[in-house]
């Protein structure tokens, strides 16, 4: 059994920085994908960032490109959000998740996530 865990949620003002972690326990596979995604009320869930575990290759959503960054560290199963320059917009429970690659890919859209695990989420409020 998964278990993902995130942590390093808050509140910061406009133009701050936060780095969000998430351990990931248990069973893991060989096309792995990790990945942060985020919601606000009212809106569906979006991807933010991805890791594929077999190359380290990293995909960014559109809104959070040079802002945000993704790292991982393999020995201590832990993944990495770095928030820079966040905006209001930027305002929503963020999710770890673990789930399988297609085509050597990890895909930031929702619906097409398969073997996906989720964590229970971290908030973060930007104020302005």
């Known amino acids: 059994q998964v278990q993902v865990m995130e942590s390093g949620g808050g509140s910061v003002q406009a133009g701050g920085s936060l780095e969000l972690s998430c351990t990931v326990s248990g069973y893991t596979f060989d096309n792995e994908c990790l990945g942060w995604f985020r919601q606000s009320p009212g809106k569906e869930r979006e991807g933010v960032a991805s890791?594929?575990?077999?190359?380290?290759?990293?995909d960014y959503g559109d809104a959070v490109k040079g802002r945000f960054s993704i790292s991982r560290d393999s020995a201590n199963n832990a993944l990495y959000l770095r928030m820079d320059g966040l905006e209001a917009e930027d305002t929503a429970m963020y999710y770890c998740?673990?789930?399988?690659?297609?085509?050597?890919?990890?895909?930031?859209?929702?619906?097409?996530?398969?073997?996906?695990?989720w964590g229970q989420g971290t908030q973060v409020t930007v104020s302005s």
């Open positions: 998740a673990q789930y399988a690659s297609a085509w050597r890919a990890c895909t930031l859209i929702v619906p097409q996530m398969r073997r996906t695990t």
């Open positions: 890791i594929y575990k077999v190359t380290g290759s990293t």
